[in-house]
């Protein structure tokens, strides 16, 4: 099969906030649920082992009702079945829209896709070529069980070899590593919320950096697709999320004359929607974002994929049959189901801004050679500040090759006042991969 066709320019969309409120609507939902109380104050040490009546409404009202929400109408295909998740939502990830959802609110466990708000927050101040000695201290506080790439003590690393291990071995080791170099894991846990509170996820509470279960560390849906929203915007959040497979440093080895080497095993990315697995196809068009598993969370994932010039977000949240990859299959259905309805169903309501993004008009965005606002998070300089497309991540496959085209600028509309997030994602095209790792 071919390569997609790079994405044409498309015209701006502002959508009225309110045209979410007034639309005609089939929910599949009880009525009691549209009197549900508001959430408050903050979340609960464990999570209830139903959807509570009233979540958060962050995003549009109906994102707060239990249940699934999606309007139905002549040419939308129906959901798929044996959707068994606690809690999912399907978003477009250029505009925000909200395409269904089911409890997307829910505060649940997050495991290691809060990994996203981590490398959000922590990937850009770090230079990739920047090198760390670990000390004994930076690894003793990683989790029993833990997932690990293999980070050992006294050994010096590079920025990107740490970045490698977090995403494609989700490795806890090396989050501990990098909080270390951010000063700390208290110090990274309270960047880490006060990122969440700035792109308005107010259902996550961060207890540890790498997602391990933890008394009181929650997150939802919802908020996963917006880390993952704001992560992609940065060009090394999404070579990282993208590649396959990487090579690690894992020891020295004698070679020659008593000259010591670098050995290096290769490792691959967790993600079976990116890699493939004996139940699991690698999905067409799939280009990240993270995974995670554990024993409080269930699995998690959320995945970004590209089909004919539709980029879709897809977070799913504790498949509750235990079929082996159960929570890649549902998203897989997820996924499929978003590109035959995106253009046809009317949303159901919208990731939001982040508080501090950067308005502006879509004449200036739009003018060749024009600058273009710097992502979420980042500063002028940093790494992952300006996406360009082809990159590859060095030591590491390019994910899957040539890098989409530039889609010119993201306008969302909340409240009536239009904003600008970044639009240049280039994603790794990852149709041209045909065979398995």
């Known amino acids: 099969m071919s390569a997609p066709q790079k994405i044409g320019k498309r015209s701006l969309l502002i959508t009225s906030a309110t045209l979410l409120a007034v639309s005609v609507t089939t929910t599949l939902t009880a009525p009691a649920a549209l009197a549900a109380p508001k959430p408050s104050g903050s979340p609960t040490a ?37 959707l068994t998740a606690r809690s999912w939502i399907v978003s477009d990830a250029e505009s925000g829209e909200v395409l269904a959802a089911h409890n997307a609110h829910w505060r649940l466990p997050p495991a290691s896709t809060l990994k996203m708000l981590f490398a959000d927050t922590i990937l850009p101040r770090f230079p990739r070529s920047e090198t760390y000695k670990v000390a004994p201290a930076d690894l003793a506080d990683v989790g029993a069980g833990s997932s690990v790439v293999g980070i050992k003590a006294n050994r010096t690393y590079s920025v990107h070899d740490l970045w490698l291990g977090v995403f494609l071995r989700s490795g806890n080791d090396a989050v501990h590593v990098l909080s270390a170099m951010n000063g700390g894991v208290p110090a990274t846990v309270k960047d880490m919320q006060a990122h969440a509170d700035q792109l308005q996820a107010l259902d996550t509470h961060v207890v540890s950096p790498d997602g391990y279960d933890a008394d009181g560390q929650v997150s939802s849906a919802y908020d996963l697709s917006l880390f993952a929203r704001s992560g ?14 990487a090579k690690f440093p894992t020891g020295t080895a004698q070679k020659g004359k008593g000259k010591a080497v670098t050995g290096y095993d290769e490792i691959q990315n967790t993600n079976r929607l990116l890699s493939g697995d004996t139940d699991v196809p690698v999905y067409q068009g799939i280009a990240g974002v993270k995974n995670g598993n554990t024993t409080h969370a269930g699995a998690t994932f959320t995945g970004v994929a590209e089909r004919g010039g539709k980029v879709l977000l897809v977070t799913v949240m504790n498949p509750e049959k235990h079929e082996h990859n159960e929570v890649y299959k549902e998203t897989a259905k997820l996924f499929d189901w978003g590109f035959q309805a995106a253009g046809k169903v009317q949303p159901v309501g919208t990731l939001v801004p982040p508080k501090n993004a950067v308005t502006a008009s879509p004449k200036a965005s739009a003018s060749a050679g024009g600058a273009t606002p710097a992502p979420t998070g980042t500063t002028p300089g940093a790494a992952g ?13 390019r994910g899957a090759g040539t890098a989409l085209a530039v889609a010119g600028g993201l306008l969302v509309l909340l409240a009536g006042a239009a904003f600008l997030v970044n639009r240049r994602w280039p994603l790794p095209d990852l149709l041209r991969r045909r065979s398995r790792p």
């Open 385 to 397: 500040a300006e996406p360009v497309a082809g990159a590859a991540v060095e030591g590491g496959h």
């Open 232 to 245: 992609l915007q940065k060009k090394d959040f999404r070579e990282y999320c993208s590649t396959v497979r």
């Open 46 to 82: 464990t999570p209830t082992a139903t959807p509570p009546a009233g979540m958060s409404e962050v995003g549009g009202e109906r994102l707060g009702q239990p249940g699934t929400q999606v309007n139905l109408a002549s040419g939308v295909p129906v959901l798929p079945k044996d």
